[in-house]
């Protein structure tokens, strides 16, 4: 099963279906972060890579292709042969995304099962998307035609990578359009490995490409290219803004993004203790804490704060840190050394506002991006750690007395991705729901992200969504057409 030592079959640029090295011949390393040590050499796209990428994209998308002359039908069976070689194949790709992203083998075989079940659900769709008929005034038939937005480039993050490819793939291809993605360059090798499957599964050339490279020489070419109608995004709200200019300046491409967080989970002093105490942990450190929609600003009543501190340590004080690959690890590494070292920064910061370390508190070692799951209490909303997305595995616990006080405070914030409360009370649960600035409202639950439900921010925490059927209408393009009756 786990297997550190996992063959990477494929490290070159994937277009037109085939695997090719970079026009300028570079690569870039992508390594292990449990050991700093390096994988393999990645093929490294840029601008001209991008091009070319774009103009297979251009051509499967000509009317006359094969691609779309093809039935929708057709479209959703092909589909649901690649999940089904996703799933044949998930003991590799599981292997590959821990030995790329540091997250636990268990993990990974999560992720690639719920991009199995996302790649399946939007298969289905593939022959369901159609236009309405429409009673205008006058003496005319009027109905509306849905269809694909055509080239389309994607850009995904490191924290999910399958699961992310599966996410921007599923609704595009169910649409009818071809693609162009980026991995992130942090966690290439099972986007490059699935553009592999998806050429065995019998898409043809040019409907999917991948160029793993960099953000500012393939991330912006894609961005700002001539040629393609549409981008989505998942990243981080500075680089969504960029993206928003480039795509602007350019050809006034549709954007969708999908963007930082700093998400509260509000808990109310009727709520079990214990149980509140394990859905805060499970929100916050879930993916070593890598993880847009995270927990990770806890408010909690003030009359049940310190019991539901104590649990809170504990939990975290108890999770195993550890190689991907430890059947018993709980906790990776963090993704590469930037990262751990913003996150190690974020701890020194709430140490120094005057927040108080429960647990954890340092880095684990010297070998790798290991960092302890860390809970501070005594957080104050004006400290950088309640403030600013952390990305890591750090609890803020935060002290509220009333309804209305905390929904002002949990408001309070540039981003508005997701939100939570914990309590048997229906009305405080109601009144929380309708008055907190959140694309997604979990009640007594967290993180309860499912395919057929759609998901998305606020504020700056993006714009358009993805999942559920709201995910087809960013890959779409409505034709009004109206005939003129009695002229036939």
């Not at 490290?11 to 040590?37: D, E, H, L, M, R």
């Not at 995304?97 to 996302?118: C, H, R, W, Y």
Request: proline fraction near 4%; aromatic fraction near 8%; charge should be negative.
């Amino acid at each position: 099963m786990a297997n550190p030592n996992v063959e990477v079959l494929y490290n070159q640029i994937f277009i037109n279906n085939n695997f090719v090295n970079s026009v300028s011949g570079k690569t870039f390393q992508t390594i292990n972060p449990a050991n700093k040590n390096k994988i393999i050499d990645v093929a490294e796209a840029d601008k001209d890579d991008v091009d070319l990428a774009v103009n297979a994209a251009k051509t499967a998308f000509q009317s006359d292709s094969e691609w779309r002359k093809m039935d929708a039908s057709a479209r959703g069976q092909l589909m649901y042969k690649l999940s089904e070689l996703i799933d044949k194949h998930k003991i590799h790709l599981a292997n590959l995304e821990s030995l790329d992203n540091g997250k636990p083998f268990s993990d990974s075989l999560l992720d690639i099962q719920m991009a199995v079940s996302t790649l399946q659900y939007y298969a289905g769709f593939a022959d369901k998307i159609h236009g309405k008929t429409i009673p205008a005034d006058g003496p005319y038939f009027s109905f509306t035609k849905s269809q694909p937005v055509g080239v389309v480039g994607q850009i995904i993050p490191w924290n999910y990578p399958i699961l992310m490819l599966a996410w921007k793939w599923g609704p595009a291809l169910a649409t009818g359009c071809t693609i162009v993605l980026k991995p992130a360059e942090q966690t290439p090798l099972t986007a490059l490995h699935v553009a592999a499957l998806s050429k065995e599964a019998g898409f043809p050339d040019g409907v999917i490409n991948v160029v793993p490279g960099y953000g500012p020489t393939a991330g912006k070419a894609i961005a700002c290219h001539q040629d393609i109608n549409k981008v989505a995004f998942t990243g981080s709200t500075e680089v969504g803004k960029l993206i928003m200019e480039e795509a602007a300046k350019s050809n006034l491409k549709r954007v969708s993004l999908e963007l930082g967080g700093k998400s509260p989970l509000v808990i109310f002093d009727d709520f079990n203790v214990d149980e509140a105490a394990k859905i805060a942990h499970d929100a916050i450190f879930a993916n070593m804490g890598q993880n847009c929609c995270a927990g990770s600003r806890t408010f909690v009543q003030e009359g049940i704060y310190e019991n539901f501190v104590e649990k809170a340590a504990n939990l975290a004080s108890q999770k195993k840190v550890g190689d991907q690959f430890d059947v018993d690890t709980q906790v990776g590494p963090l993704v590469n050394e930037e990262q751990y070292n913003k996150v190690l920064s974020m701890i020194e910061s709430g140490k120094a506002e005057g927040a108080k370390v429960e647990a954890g508190g340092s880095k684990v070692g010297d070998t790798g991006y290991f960092v302890y799951p860390t809970v501070f209490s005594n957080v104050t909303d004006n400290m950088k750690i309640a403030r600013e997305e952390i990305f890591g595995p750090v609890q803020q616990i935060i002290k509220f007395k009333t309804l209305d006080e905390v929904i002002k405070r949990a408001n309070d914030t540039k981003y508005g991705l997701a939100a939570g409360v914990l309590t048997n009370n229906l009305d405080i649960a109601m009144q929380f729901m309708d008055n907190i600035n959140a694309g997604s409202v979990w009640i007594n639950c967290y993180d309860a992200v499912n395919v057929q439900c759609p998901f998305g921010g606020f504020k700056q925490s993006g714009q358009g969504r993805e999942l559920g059927e709201e995910g087809l209408k960013e890959y779409l393009e409505i034709k009004t057409v109206s005939i003129r009756k009695n002229n036939f």
